[in-house]
C-alpha cells in the first residue's frame, strides 16, 4: 500500500486554511498544521524554526497571515506592522526550514493578493505583468513573495496571488451574508471598480493543481476568468439570496472605518486575468458568479 502523502499547511485553522486541509484530505493526503495554538495536528512557529521541518513532508503550503480587514482593528502603525510580519516572517521561516531540510518537500506553495496589481480602470494583468510597490499593501505584497525565495532551488515554488475568496463560512461572504440577508446590501461604490474573486472550491483545487502538477513553478493568478465588477457581485449575491440590491456602501464611509489604505482593497479593483494558470491547464468548477454565489447561498453552513 503506498504511503499517505502529508502536507504542513501553515494558518490551516484560518478560512482558506481550514477549507484546504479538509480538501485535501477529501483528496488522499495527511495534514499537518502549524500554528500559534496548539491543537492535536498543530505544530508551533517556535517548533518549526528549532527542530525545522517535521520528517516526510509532500508539499509545504503557507496561508497564514494576520487578517487585514479585520474592522475590530484600527488602522495603527503597530497593527499595520503585524499584518506585514505574520506574513513576510512566516514566509522566511518556512523557506529557511525547506533550505535546511535533510529531505526536501516537493514543493513550496505560498499566496499573496492580487493588491500586487494597480488598480486601473483600463489595464488587464496577467501573470507576466511588471508589478511594483504603489501604497502599503502593494508592497508588503512584493516583498511576501520575496521572503519566499528559495536558494538554489531546492523544489518547486508556485505563489497563488488571490482574488477574494468567496465561500459561505468566512471573508467577505461572511460579513456581507446579514445585510443582503435583510434586503440592506448594496454595492460599494462607485460599483464600476473591478472585484478579482475565486470560489473557495476552486482556490483549493489550485492549490491541489500545484502540487500534483510536477512541471509547475512561479505565479499562478487566483482569480475566476470572468472579470466583473462590485455591482455585478451584488446584483449576482443579492439574486442568489433572492433579495434586492437596496442601499450602497459610500467610499468615505469605508475609509473613515478602515482607513484609506485598507478602503482602497474595497474601493478600488484591478482586471486580473488568470492566463498563465489556465495555460497551464486548470479548469474552473466556478467560473461564473451568478453559479458561485448559488452554491455558495444554497449550501447549508457549516
Ligand atoms: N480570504 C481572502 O479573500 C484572501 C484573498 C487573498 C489573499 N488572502 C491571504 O490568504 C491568507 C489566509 O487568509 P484567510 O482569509 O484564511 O485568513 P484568516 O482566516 O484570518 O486565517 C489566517 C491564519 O493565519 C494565522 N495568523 C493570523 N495572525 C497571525 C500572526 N500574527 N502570525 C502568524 N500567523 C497568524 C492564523 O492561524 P493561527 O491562529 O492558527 O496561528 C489564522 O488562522 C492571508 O495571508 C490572506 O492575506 C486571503
Known sequence: MSELRTVLVAGGTGFIGSHLCKFLQKNGYGI????????????SWNDLSAKGLPDKIHAVINVAGQNVLDIKQRWTPGFKQNVYNSRINTNKILSNAIMNATKKPKVFITISGVGIYEPDSKKEYNEYSEVKGYDFLSKMCLDWEKAAFLEE????????RSGVVL?????????????????LGGPVLPGSQYLPWIHMRDLCRMFLFCIENEKLNGILNGVAPQIISNSDFSEAFAKAMKRPT???????????????????????????????AMDMGFSYKYPNIEDACREIVQKPSE
Do not use: W
Not at 32 to 43: A, C, E, K, T
Not at 250 to 276: S, W
Open 32 to 43: 499537518q498544521v502549524i500554528s500559534r495554538m496548539p491543537g492535536p495536528l498543530n505544530i
Open 153 to 160: 532551488n531546492p523544489c518547486r515554488h508556485v505563489n497563488i
Open 167 to 183: 465561500d459561505r463560512d468566512g471573508g467577505m461572504v461572511q460579513q456581507l451574508y446579514l445585510p443582503f440577508f435583510f434586503g
Open 246 to 276: 437596496l442601499i450602497p456602501v459610500p467610499e468615505f464611509m469605508l475609509n473613515i472605518l478602515l482607513g484609506r489604505d485598507r478602503a482602497n482593497m474595497l474601493t478600488k479593483g484591478q482586471r486580473v486575468y488568470p492566463k498563465r
